[in-house]
């Protein structure tokens, strides 16, 4: 098959998780025969074939007043690019990823008269609402997306009721794929920490990824950590992400100073060296439709302790493969974190499992089955 | 010779409508086949029975005219594509920013002659919106696409050459206050498909 994939990210541009999953689907799916072209965003044409993947970048307006001016005009760049491609090689669909991709993938669908596959990785209205116009012409792109698409993906369980009940859609339409892990990344590379950056000899990491904003859940862990240094000196909070950090920074270190450390934005590759390197990471979303964290934790057989939410009431399990908070409740936070921390055997085993069960059930091989599956309904 | 009139609105005593509809009638009166497409605001509009108008509603709400254009030229062309026999049409003429980045695709994907009418410029209507300058990109981006930009008026073609640096060949001033304007429209179509002709021959 020849699935068009429409995502305003695309590795190595990535700001979130759309990026990682669309090249991680992309990529096995042209191992497994199919021909998968991206069409996103770059600051100038042009092309790249990578892995098997022909990635076909454009760029948008530099004029554009804001994120939703700036989704509409790189969808017409897109659609205008997509035309071109299609004279030379016909496409099976268009598959568009999270909400900016919405104006592009329906102007293609309808200029080339494709179907259309609408994955859904979250939704406006649980990132941080509807209450202004912009929110709102967001959530209708939302709403958009999923009615024009014949198959709607959503990477949640609970998150696909979310998704039908945001939109109001037929149960048959929506379907649950989970994110999946690229196992052979993680295999692949060999932890090479200089751990005195982050955190003394004795001391023991405690990982946050995540970008800082409310919805990660930045400002419970802080206000857990007092808490857990009492009880648990040799604990360090190594908390990484772009986004609000230095307001997270300020407050985290005049709660416990030193055992907090900000480095910034790490590399991908010193991010999986922490990662194995970490006792345990930590997830304290509020809102979470998938969370990879979890899973790239248990890649690296680190176990996760995440608030009970969303997809992380899949992708943990309690007491097994790490430990459920509840959410935006820092005393919760703080008592599982610590029951890991005082059984350090227990947590490798929590690791292990973590890592059997990430092997067993969330392989990109099985996801892109999947999805091309629903290429095959929506084709129907 | 059947052309494709692309226009925001169709209602009667709004002024893009009424050179539009006055177009279309002249048109089939020369025995051309004329298809409007064009928004359903619902408002009342009266045209010869002669001239296909279809008319589609839109279901998205934008937060200002910018981004709700911009979904509604996809729903244009989903009707274009749907609805009509998109690959015969000769000529597909668009009127203003407002439609396009329809007539941009479809004259890509069906190469079609691409004809724009722009009514006024955004910078003569003062630029003076947060996306002013989206808009006055697109009206770049017609200009550029089209094979024929008509302009009503000596301030508009002035913006046209000077604000959106239009090729002056392929510009032309056509009064639609003055008689016989709708037969330079026909004949600009005639012309422009003779030199398509001459092209593929």
């Known amino acids: 098959m020849r699935p068009l994939f429409v995502t305003w990210e695309y590795p190595p541009y990535k700001a979130g998780g759309i990026a990682a999953h669309c090249e991680d689907l992309a990529t096995t799916m042209a191992d497994q025969g199919h021909e998968p072209v991206i069409l996103t965003y770059g600051d100038e044409q042009e092309v790249e074939y990578r892995d098997g993947v022909e990635i076909h970048r454009v760029p948008a307006s530099n004029s554009a007043s804001n994120t939703l001016s700036w989704a509409m005009n790189l969808g017409h760049q897109m659609e205008k690019k997509a035309i071109e491609l299609a004279k030379k090689q016909d496409f099976d669909l268009v598959h568009a990823h999270d909400w900016m991709a919405v104006p592009g993938a329906t102007g293609i669908k309808k200029t080339l008269d494709l179907p259309m596959v609408f994955t859904v990785h979250s939704t406006q209205k649980g990132r941080d609402g509807i209450d202004s116009d912009y929110q709102r012409t967001i959530h209708n792109l939302e709403w958009y997306g999923t009615y024009e698409a014949e198959e709607v993906i959503t990477v949640g369980r609970e998150f696909s009721e979310e998704v039908k009940h945001n939109y109001e859609l037929p149960k048959q339409k929506v379907n649950y794929i989970p994110n999946g892990v690229n196992l052979e990344k993680f295999d692949n590379h060999s932890e090479n920490l200089n751990k005195d950056k982050y955190a003394l000899d004795w001391e023991q990491i405690v990982l946050f990824v995540g970008r800082m904003y409310p919805q990660k859940g930045p400002g419970h862990l802080i206000e857990a950590m007092p808490e857990i240094i009492d009880n648990n000196p040799e604990a360090k909070f190594v908390m990484c992400g772009s986004g609000a950090t230095e307001h997270y920074k300020q407050i985290a270190k005049s709660q416990v100073g030193e055992k907090v450390h900000f480095p910034g934005y790490v590399p991908d590759k010193e991010l999986l060296s922490l990662m194995k390197r970490a006792e345990m990471t930590v997830a304290p979303s509020v809102y979470e439709p998938f969370g990879i964290v979890p899973l790239e934790a248990a890649a690296c057989e680190t176990p996760t302790v995440g608030s009970y939410t969303g997809g992380m009431k899949d992708t943990i399990i309690h007491e097994y493969t790490g430990l459920h908070t509840y959410p935006a409740d820092p005393g919760s936070i703080a008592h599982e974190i610590e029951r890991a921390l005082n059984d350090p055997g227990w947590s490798d085993w929590m690791g292990q499992n973590a890592r059997e069960r990430v092997e067993d059930n969330f392989r990109w091989e099985q996801i892109s089955a999947w999805t091309t599956g629903i290429y095959k309904e929506a084709l129907k | ?201």
């Open chain 2, 1 to 201: 010779m059947k052309v494709l009139l692309l226009s925001k609105n169709l209602s009667d005593g709004e002024a893009v409508s009424e050179y539009v509809k006055n177009l279309a009638e002249y048109l089939v009166s020369e025995n051309n086949e004329v298809t409007i497409v064009s928004f359903d605001d619902e408002s009342y509009y009266s045209i010869d029975d002669r001239v296909n108008v279809n008319r589609f509603p839109l279901n998205f709400e934008g937060d200002n005219l910018y981004n709700w254009s911009m979904m509604m030229n996809n729903e244009m062309k989903g009707q274009v594509v749907e609805e009509t026999d998109v690959e015969e049409f000769d000529i597909i003429h668009a009127h203003d920013w407002t439609t396009v980045p329809g007539a941009v695709s479809l004259s890509k994907q069906f190469e079609t002659a691409f004809v724009l009418t722009i009514h006024s410029t955004e910078n003569e209507r003062g630029f003076g919106s947060e996306e002013s300058e989206v808009i006055s990109e697109l009206e770049w981006q017609g200009t550029f696409e089209a094979d024929k930009v008509i302009v009503n008026r000596d301030e508009t073609r002035n913006s046209v050459l000077f604000d959106l640096d239009a090729p002056e060949e392929k510009l032309e001033m056509i009064d639609p206050l003055k008689d016989g304007w709708q037969q330079i429209i026909l004949n600009n179509y005639r012309n422009l498909l003779d030199n398509k002709e001459q092209v593929k021959n």
